[in-house]
């Protein structure tokens, strides 16, 4: 099961092509696990404070899929299909709740609806959803498998996203890549979505697929604007499509692996003329860029000889190419061309039969026949059913290996799961009560200074999920932990004395609050004391309106800007301004701001280190103030000062009032 690429001589012939794989007939073969309740699942990952690109947990259900997408490389890389049991799901779960404190768990598979025991392990996880407020989220749905109980459940904690994926707008061209779906299929789902109150679906096509034609491109929008048409006639309100194209990708290992993409200017006309045709208020069209997509397919179907092209393009400065501004085409056009290759070889060209491909010496188990005879039933838009519903289809996959292939899962409606009537709230449980609220002081110090506010929130949100304190959660579709920060640090500024409030549905004194939290924060992030406060006492950001802050700056600073002008002299003349007009810029628009009349003092500490302590209104950045104050030849990139912010008050009556002090305050 392992690849050594040494152990394998690679002989091309003069126009490019492979001659020869030596040794011939030796094949690296694919290993399965029959039994996945046997393999070992992680269950304490490690956890990004920072947000990640799948922020939740994966958990893995099935394996496999047996539905057979002509396009699909996954489809046939990972038969036969295997599944966890739901017993062994719902302990992987429970074991992992504790350890991760995410909000969604994403029960992953390639067909997620396809799980033959997926309304027992729905039930099953349905207690521990409810009380750790933890949402469910599936992310592979089957257009025509999503029933009305599972579009239900989805929703009972959080309503997270839908994804359709049509991948074609006609019937003919779902036929040619065997997708199996029919459009009464497409629709029927999109209706029980939105029936469910959900008014945002997302759509998944492919453009540049085998046979198409312009008559299969006007389809899409077509199917569209149908959608849309059930969503309103539904639930009478606003419906919203987030539309993604991107051009198909020849993979290997899949009937279509010796067909040619189209070429970047056949895709860029094709994407013409589906955005003039999905001009829409309703819909949001995303088109993956054709460039990034040529070289998907390259290096998909590219041979060794490859492996040169990445190393000078890394070289020529290729970073980060995921990343749509980084992405620079030109440079790796440039990388093949250095090494005598043209990108267009390998991803514009059809691969004629007896050709060897690159990988034919690595055996996935489905056989080369099978694949052949699937590339001439796709060219007859003939459909080959799922083997799981009807009998085998002699892929070859299941020849060495006995594995009991679970059936498919019964579609039959239930007649309980009827369409709940738009408008209608769910019932109140018990963590949305507020029983008592407990004001804290944190500090936030050392590296974490460089977390953003959004990522606080987020450490937080887990670190009480991980702990199972009793806080309470906001009501309606998509609740929220019951806590409050006092005010945004900026990133790169220390904080000594910040502040939160919490609500909890159940009495909790300030000590049990303060043991268990900060068992589940990261370094650098520490509560420090906490009290009891009233519920209906004012928040901290409308209360809290002055601010304190601390900047220290190095010795070889201080002294070459003394040089210039004494900071004395440069406090007398800065406090002595009326106007200091700084330009804040949101949302492409553009506002003069005055902001001298916030900064409240500013004064010297230099008889201990050379630092400024500045008091300043809660709306006024201090590394702004600092740039102001030195004229120029501060630089916050540049000159590395520590920045500390010692206090947040509210000014009340000429006196500082400490956010502890609520009863003052009220």
């Known amino acids: 099961g392992v690849y050594v690429p040494s152990h394998f001589q690679i002989e091309y012939s003069s126009k490019g092509t492979i001659k020869q794989i030596l040794p ?40 496999g899929c047996s539905r057979g997408c002509r396009f699909c490389q996954a489809g046939f890389l990972y038969r036969p299909v295997r599944e966890r049991s739901a017993e062994k ?33 729905l039930k099953l996880l349905q207690k521990e959803c409810k009380s750790s407020m933890t949402a469910l989220s599936l992310p592979s749905l089957r257009p025509g498998t999503l029933t009305p109980s599972i579009i239900s459940f989805i929703k009972e904690v959080r309503k997270t996203g839908f994804t359709i994926a049509p991948e074609a707008g006609t019937q003919r061209l779902r036929n040619v890549i065997n997708k199996g779906i029919t459009e009464e299929d497409i629709f029927s789902t999109a209706r029980n979505i939105f029936q469910r109150g959900w ?53 290997p290992h899949t009937p279509f692996q010796s067909l040619a993409q ?48 990445l190393i000078k393009a890394w070289e020529l400065g290729s970073r980060f190419d995921q990343w749509t501004e980084q992405f620079n085409f030109p440079l790796w056009q440039k990388a093949f061309e250095e090494n005598n290759l043209d990108i267009s070889f390998y991803a514009n060209r059809s691969i004629p039969e007896g050709e060897i491909f690159p990988w034919a010496h690595l055996s996935t188990g489905v056989s080369s026949d099978f694949f052949s005879a699937e590339l001439t039933k796709a060219y007859q838009e003939s459909l080959t059913p799922d083997c799981r519903a009807t009998v085998c289809r002699g892929c070859g996959i299941c020849k060495k290996e006995k594995i009991t292939i679970p059936a498919l899962p019964s579609l039959e409606m239930d007649n309980r799961n009827n369409p709940a009537p738009m408008g209608k709230t769910r019932k109140k449980s018990n963590l949305g009560e507020k029983i008592c609220q407990i004001r804290v002081r944190f500090q936030k110090k050392d590296l974490a200074q460089y977390m ?23 009501q309606g579709f998509h609740p929220l932990p019951r806590f409050s920060l006092g005010l945004p640090l900026p990133v790169g500024v220390e904080g000594l004395a910040e502040y939160a409030d919490f609500i909890f549905h159940k009495y909790l004194s300030p000590t049990d609050f ?25 928040s901290l950001f409308n209360s809290i309106n002055r601010t304190s802050y601390q900047a220290i700056i190095p010795t070889t600073l201080w002294q070459e800007w003394e040089k210039i002008r004494t900071h004395e002299e440069r406090i007398t003349s800065f406090m002595a301004q009326e106007e200091i007009w700084q330009t804040k810029v949101k949302k492409g628009s553009s506002k003069r701001i005055n ?41 916050r990139t540049e000159n590395n000062l520590q920045i500390i912010r010692q206090g947040l008050y509210t000014f009340s009556s000429g006196k500082l009032i400490n956010p502890f002090d609520i009863e003052k305050t009220i």
Do not use: W
């Open 262 to 309: 189209d070429t970047i200017e056949t895709l860029r006309e094709k994407e013409t003329l589906l955005r003039h045709n999905l001009r829409h208020s309703s819909i949001k069209l995303k088109c993956r860029n054709p460039e990034v997509s040529c070289l998907e397919a390259a290096l998909s179907r590219g041979d060794r000889r490859l492996a040169r092209v």
């Open 24 to 63: 011939e007939k030796t094949f690296i073969e694919k290993r399965i696990a029959p039994d996945l309740n046997q393999l070992s699942y992680p269950t304490k990952p490690v956890i990004s404070i920072a947000e990640s690109v799948h922020d939740r947990f994966a958990l893995e259900i099935a394996r």
């Open 514 to 538: 303060l043991n268990q939290i900060n068992k589940q924060l990261p370094q650098g992030i520490e509560v420090l004391q906490g009290k009891h406060i009233p519920l209906k006492a004012p």
């Open 595 to 635: 902001m001298r009349p916030f900064i409240y003092s500013i004064h010297c500490l230099n008889d201990k280190y050379h630092a400024l302590e500045m008091s300043l209104d809660k709306n006024v950045n201090p590394f702004i103030v600092l740039e102001f104050f030195y004229k120029g030849l501060f630089n």
């Open 452 to 474: 953003s506010h959004l990522d606080l929130m987020r450490v937080f949100t887990r670190a009480l999920k991980r702990s199972s304190l009793p806080i309470s959660f906001s």
């Open 89 to 121: 799901i719902q302990k992987i779960m429970k074991e992992a709740l504790p350890h991760t404190g995410y909000e969604e768990f994403s029960l992953v598979s390639l067909s997620s609806s396809d799980y033959s025991q997926l309304e027992l392990l």
């Open 199 to 251: 008014d945002l679906l997302k759509l998944y096509f492919m453009i540049g697929l085998p046979t198409e034609k312009t008559q299969d491109l006007e389809a899409i929008p077509a199917v569209c604007r149908e959608i849309i048409k059930i969503g309103r006639t539904v639930n009478k309100r606003r419906i919203s499509l987030n539309v993604s194209v991107s051009p198909f990708v020849p993979k």
